[in-house]
């Protein structure tokens, strides 16, 4: 039975059929296994969103708001923790793999669905690809320091050179400094995809370990820093910019929080999941935050935001400057070689979730939502997304791909939060394991703050994102929309509401 164009957007899948999916295993889906524990999921939200935001980031965004970034790093964790609050809830209810493609998919339509779905995918890739190019960073200076090797230029950038770093789109080839390929990235992306492909369980776990350990380096790195604490470096507090600079690196900063919506991508492979995934949620927005503001504090205080400008291997270089030795900066560069590492395993696997949930819906050519057996995972899903970023990591700068991922975490906080206030009108007493508070209210400022930043990002931000949307807009009309599990007759007869 074909649809119209206008109930095709529309046509929502239903609560209970989204959950019944989760176990139901024929012909034209797979289903994954539960094994993933409540600590190992809050290690999922701290091990995705601890390591971008703290080894990367300050110099990234210090030159661009000075001292005044903490305030930076607070807007970003109000506009997060006003999401969380709302993942909690929407997960509570939807325990399901896909995170806000599935929400928007049960509450505003597969086409608005289809296109959040798009953005997650921008992000999670390019978040992926972002985080990889710095880890390298971190990995050259370890190996300097540890045995003097010094990784010939060749193997540790991409060939692409930024000409204005104001303008994505001015950029240059082969240019002095460049190199061939940046082959840590490719190493980093096909080492957590091995690890991925063994399944959640072993990946949850190994992840847990490393962030303990990122946990503990970090926690250093605030004790050391803070014996060389110098009030006098928050002088001038704001920089030339004033508070839009505060404003515009509370935008960036937003993308690190991405590590909350990777917890509600392991929807599937939770054990109770509507008690664990709301608990998950919240207590790695409060570990994240912490942490944030303590080591942001502790790093502004003993170097001048000046300093902070190209920074490589930014921490790890404020601790050889304290201690005058290099033993405290390789304990912190090994910690964030580690630390880099889980936050590029989360992201991979939250973003092969994504798609899995995607392809089993129809929306996607089914090669996506085949599970392993053994495993239970997506193997050739986890695969494909893995060359994918090894790709953009291997020949794209970083500079090119911080903002991008902070409009793929904004437009799908905004989604949620937009959906909580939906299905309180449409399915009130549908069991909730979490209720956010406040009624409305605080799925309503949640919304604001999301849209408030999205308009703090930069042009090419949208320009990038308007070319995407619009590669997504053929994919869908053209293949997603005709091939919808919702398009077949008995679909369309149980989204029918």
Not at 101 to 119: H, M, Q
Not at 304 to 322: K, V
Request: hydrophobic fraction near 55%; include cysteine.
């Amino acid at each position: 039975m074909a649809s119209s164009i206008i109930e095709q957007i529309m046509r929502k899948k239903p609560v209970d059929r989204l959950v019944a999916d989760t176990s139901d295993a024929g012909d034209g889906h797979g289903h994954l296994g539960r094994s993933i524990t409540l600590f190992q999921l809050i290690m999922f939200g701290v091990g995705a969103t601890i390591g971008t935001g703290i080894f990367f980031v300050l110099s990234e965004q210090v030159p661009v708001a000075g001292p005044a970034v903490v305030i930076s790093f607070i807007i970003a964790a109000v506009a997060a923790g006003l999401s969380a609050l709302c993942y909690a809830e929407m997960s509570s209810m939807i325990p399901v793999s896909g995170s806000s493609y599935s929400y928007a998919y049960a509450t505003l339509g597969e086409g608005i669905a289809f296109f959040v779905a798009a953005c997650l995918v921008l992000e999670y890739g390019i978040s992926a690809a972002a985080v990889a190019v710095g880890w390298a960073e971190y990995v050259e200076k370890l190996l300097f320091n540890l045995t003097g090797i010094i990784l010939p230029g060749w193997m540790t950038k991409g060939p692409i050179s930024m000409v204005d770093g104001g303008n994505p789109f001015a950029m240059a080839f082969f240019q002095e400094g460049s190199g061939l390929i940046n082959l840590p990235a490719v190493v980093l992306v096909a080492l957590c995809c091995i690890l991925l492909l063994r399944g959640a369980k072993e990946s949850a776990r190994a992840n847990a370990i490393m962030v303990m350990i990122k946990l503990a380096v970090l926690t250093l790195f605030i004790a050391i820093a803070g014996s060389a604490f110098k009030s006098a470096n928050f002088t001038p507090f704001f920089n030339e910019s004033g508070f839009n600079g505060v404003q515009a690196a509370a935008a960036s900063i937003f993308f690190t929080f991405v590590g909350l919506d990777a917890v509600s991508t392991a929807g599937e492979e939770v054990i109770n999941p509507r008690r664990n995934l709301p608990l998950a949620i919240i207590s790695a927005l409060v570990i994240v935050t912490g942490f944030y503001v303590l080591v942001a504090l502790a790093a502004l205080g003993v170097q001048p935001a000046s300093a902070f400008d190209g920074q490589e291997a930014g921490l790890a270089t404020i601790l050889q400057n304290i201690t005058g030795s290099a033993w405290p900066a390789n304990l912190l560069a090994a910690g964030a070689v580690i630390s880099i590492f889980s936050v590029t395993l989360i992201v991979l696997y939250g973003q092969s979730r994504i798609l899995f949930a995607v392809s089993r819906d129809g929306l996607l050519p089914s090669i996506f939502h085949k599970v392993d057996p053994r495993s239970m995972t997506p193997v050739a899903c986890t695969i494909i997304v893995a060359i994918f970023v090894s790709l953009i990591a291997a020949f794209v700068p970083s500079g090119l791909l911080w903002d991008l991922t902070s409009m793929g975490t904004l437009t799908a906080f905004t989604v949620v939060s937009a959906g909580v206030l939906i299905l309180r009108f449409t399915q009130p007493d549908m069991p909730r394991g979490y209720r956010v508070p406040f009624g409305p209210v605080l799925p309503v400022l949640s919304i604001v703050a999301c849209v408030y930043l999205i308009f703090k990002l930069s042009w090419m931000v949208y320009a990038i994102t308007g070319v995407w949307v619009a590669i997504a807009a053929v994919v869908y009309f053209g293949y997603s929309a005709r091939n919808s599990r919702l398009e077949k007759p008995e679909g369309l007869g149980e989204a029918a509401e």
